[in-house]
Each structure stands twice: as structure tokens, then as C-alpha cells.
């Protein structure tokens, strides 16, 4: 079985690059830790993968709080609120990260949402 | 003592924001990962701050190189390089994890260099 982590995006806070790539950065450990407490074989399996990961989108809080909900029924998720040190407001949340889980597993219930 | 992780990006290979996003979580993984094994108390003291960490740039491959050889002397520091799936050559050196480390020392070692 091939695993995938899928962290997803908002971009209505319009970050830049810099501050994108950290909140991923920030909810791809999150996510790991995670799964490395309760399925430690699905991280050795996701390391031969290449760590597979992948970002999505989707544009509002509203949308990003209803994905996190839907998600964490389904897979080890976490919600990253940003510190608020820079550009956007503190406790605002920025991203999901999910798993890495099974990857049929994953695709399946976030297909619907477009590559960032 | 406060602790910061460092993510440094090449940005001659003007990679996409989801790509960027990706490399940048896979290198704050594997270099969390490292000082987990060999400093377990820093991922402590790190969490307490927010898990705090900051994306800096450098514009060719030599440059990233020459700064993985710097830095791994002093911290425990990771190369990423592409899986090659999408957008560049499989192998490609994309990024660079430091840390988590000593905010103060890891400050005083990349000052130089300017955010993503």
C-alpha cells in the first residue's frame, strides 16, 4: 500500500511564498507526529514512497474549517493557526495537514479539491 | 533558550508555491526527525515557542550547496532533493532543514541570508 500526506491551503489570507511554505512546513510535523504515535509502520512505509505530499487549496476559513471537520473523522489531521508574528492575524487558521495515510484512502476523499 | 527551525529555498528553479510548499515540509519533517533522535529536549523547548521557523532564499544550486556543507557542520541540517514527479529533474537539490536549534546560533549563522 502506498501512503501520501495531503496538506491543505487557504489562499484568501494572500500569504507569500515564504509564509505558505512555513504553515505547511509547520502542519506537515504536526501531521507526522501524529501518525508516527498511533501508525509508526505507516511512516516506514510512507519513507519508501519518497514521502509522497501533496498541497491543495481551498479559499476561504469557512471552507478550510469544514474540510478539517470532514477530515479528522477519516485520518490522524491537524488545524495550524498562525502565531501572528507576521502578515495575518494571530490564532487566524492557515492550514490542514492530513497523515500520511493510505494514499486510495486519501485521494479519494479530497479529489474534489484543486492543486494550490 | 529559544529554538528556531531554518528552511532555505532555491529560487532559480522558480518553482510553483504548492512545489515550494512541499520541499519546505519535506525538509522541516526529516530535519525535525534528526533532532528528535539526537536532541529530544530541543523539539520540547521549540514546541513551547511555536514551533517558530523561517524560510530564507538562495538563488543557485551551488549556493544551497555550499550553505548544506556550512551548516551540517554546526546543526543538524538535511538536503532535499526532488523526487522528480512534476516540474523538475528527479535528484534536484530544492531546499535545505535546520534545526530545530538554538535560535541565538542559528541566527548568528544565516543572518546573511534574506527571506523567501
Known amino acids: 500500500m502506498e501512503f501520501k500526506q495531503v ?17 505547511c512546513a509547520h502542519a506537515s510535523v504536526l501531521a507526522f507526529e501524529k501518525v508516527q504515535q498511533k501508525h509508526a509502520e505507516w511512516i516506514n512505509e510512507w519513507k519508501k514512497n519518497g514521502m509522497e505530499k501533496i498541497v491543495l487549496k481551498v479559499d ?7 474540510w478539517f471537520e470532514r477530515l479528522k ?3 490522524p489531521t491537524v488545524l495550524i493557526k498562525d502565531a501572528g508574528r507576521t502578515q495575518i492575524a494571530p490564532g487566524e487558521p492557515t492550514c ?6 493510505p494514499e486510495n484512502e486519501i485521494d479519494e476523499h479530497t479529489k474534489e479539491l484543486k492543486l494550490l
Not at 12 to 17: H, I, T
Not at 96 to 101: K, S, T, Y
Open 96 to 101: 490542514i495537514g492530513v497523515g500520511p495515510a
Open 7 to 23: 496538506l491543505i491551503v487557504r489562499t484568501d489570507l494572500e500569504m507569500g511564498k515564504g509564509k505558505i511554505s512555513a504553515q
Open 60 to 66: 476561504s476559513k469557512k471552507e478550510l474549517l469544514e
Open 73 to 75: 473523522k477519516k485520518f
